[in-house]
């Protein structure tokens, strides 16, 4: 089975609002910057240029002009130079660390290339090459937020280097931050618009982004590449179902059935399809599938647990998000539904021990914070219970409900100015909801993989 723009994937199609796969990042990514010494204002300044062909050639040329301006200077430096072991000539020569450095990353001696670019930054604090190969080794450590800071600072001395925005791109993307992998990748695809890789990384981010229109746009020409990847026509079936278009959706999903065969992923992503599309027979009927032929494939169980919740079937929901726990304990969404089902139920002590561990997982919940201050409210206890529900607005500002549970909160506590505040923009936006109605519990899948990554 295929995945991206045609590498192998070992576990396929990571789709709406998962955690990205931990494993270390190996697909093919932008080539590094080249070293290449170059005159700065500062003296003993080291650039990063982008062109490998003037690797040394510049900093010749620079030793000369540096010799010919301060040539005795130059003399003593070379004549101390010659009285130290080529060890410590190593030590300070930017170029020799940061060949060492390449070296260690090629080797996946990560610990090693790390020390080895930072160590060239400690000379030269504006070297992109060195930034940016630091940005790909916290990549492939899976540390995105270092990696993103690293990425950032390369663009910054080398905004034209269009292989820095598709490593960015990826570094939002591996955090679940698709609004902010957008610009990177659509930037790239501006200059290389036959680059496949970010078009179909781009196409993800637009859907994960609930773009309809512009993930169709974006897929739909790497069709011909495309025949074999499950993800790709699941997707666009989507976009297509939300787009009003039942023709295409429809031939979107035949090719994904042909594709997919009788496997049991075929028909969770089946099931996930249907249960987007609000057709929830159906989609119990391949969910239920889908845990028949593979009762560990993961989320399986909680999607369909998200069926049997839509149709009031709680204790066989709650049944579900038990069994997607033990598969999954590293997600938080089984135990933050069934934590809300919990609190549906009555049940305020389970309740909270479901939702303290989804927040243990992931601090910035709004659903499972809410859920937490209801749970609290519910006990009497409003001052433990109005934290929460500060933080889940802070969260979820446009959520009608939970600015009608802080509203309700305030006016617990004396604080009816606020708590008015609170409720009337709540009637403002369940007016606007009522235009635009979406359903408030939704399944999942892990959002797409990058092309080429192996576990």
Known sequence: ?????????????????????????????????????????????????????????????????????????????????????????????????????????????????????????????????????????????????????????????????????????????????????????????????????????????????????????????????????????FVLGIAYGKLKRPEDSTHAFEQLVRAGGDSAYLHLLMGKAHLDLYETSQAQSELEKAVALDPRLHFAHYNLGVVYQKQGKLDQAAAQFQEEMLLTPDDPSSPENLGLLYLEQGDTARALAMLRRALKIDSQLPKSLDGMGKAYLRMGQVEQALPYFQRAVALAPDSAKMRFQLGQAYLKTGQRAQGEKEIKEAGRLQAEARKKFEDTVSGKLPAPEVPGEKP
């Open 1 to 233: 089975m295929k995945c991206g723009v045609g590498n192998s994937c070992p576990f396929l199609c990571k789709l709406l609002h998962l955690p990205l796969s931990r494993a270390g990042f190996e697909a093919p990514i932008a080539p590094p910057l080249s070293f290449c010494s170059a005159s700065h204002e500062n003296e003993g300044s080291v650039a990063m240029m982008p062109v490998r062909a003037l690797l040394w050639g510049c900093k010749e040329r620079l030793e000369l002009k540096r010799a010919s301006e301060r040539g005795m200077v130059i003399l003593c430096m070379v004549a101390l130079s010659l009285g130290r072991g080529a060890a410590q000539q190593s030590a300070s020569n930017p170029k020799i660390i940061f060949e060492e450095a390449q070296r260690a990353l090629v080797a996946h001696d990560y610990a090693k290339a790390e020390r080895g670019f930072r160590a060239v930054l400690g000379i030269d604090p504006h070297s992109a090459a060195a930034y940016a190969d630091l940005g790909v080794v916290y990549m492939r450590l899976g540390r995105y937020e270092r990696a993103v800071e690293a990425l950032q600072n390369a663009k910054r001395l080398a905004p034209e280097e269009t292989g820095l925005d598709l490593n960015l791109g990826l570094a939002y993307y591996h955090q679940n931050d698709f609004a902010r992998a957008i610009p990177p990748f659509a930037r790239v695809l501006q200059s290389y618009p036959e680059h496949a890789q970010a078009r179909y990384l781009l196409g993800m981010s637009y859907f994960m982004n609930y773009d309809f229109e512009h993930t169709a746009a974006t897929l739909e020409p790497l069709a011909d590449s495309q025949k074999s990847n499950l993800d790709y026509f």
